[in-house]
């Protein structure tokens, strides 16, 4: 996991994309609409390696991918449509809950 911290801070596509899904928790859209929101965001700032265009988003995404996935966020490719490619993010960490007690264990032949 460590690994996949130092790749998402070293891409500044990675870190925009991790906040708006943890942010939003599920987002379905085209490319090119998650570029327009993720630069509206203001999680970039000037003079960062971002990208120019959605295909370029396309391509950051798809090598950030398994870091993305490793910190509980699901990029999922879907249908190219008209309106062009379809992408669905999810936030995957589920809420906790309080803890149940364990059970007591059974011992091995006792009724």
């Known amino acids: 996991m460590a690994s996949s911290i130092v790749a998402l801070e070293a891409s500044p596509v990675g870190l925009a994309t991790l906040a708006f899904a943890q942010e939003e928790g599920d987002w379905t859209g085209t490319v090119k609409q998650l570029l327009a929101r993720l630069e509206a965001s203001g999680e970039r700032s000037p ?32 249908a190219k449509t008209s ?14 809950r309080p803890s149940q007690p364990s059970q007591p264990s059974r011992r091995a032949g006792a009724l």
Not at 83 to 96: A, T
């Open 47 to 78: 003079g960062d390696a971002w990208v120019r265009s959605a295909k370029g988003l396309s391509d950051a995404l798809t090598r950030l991918k398994p870091d993305l996935r490793r910190l509980a966020v699901k990029v999922e490719w879907l």
């Open 83 to 96: 309106e062009g490619r379809q992408i669905r993010l999810q936030y995957m960490v589920k809420p906790q």
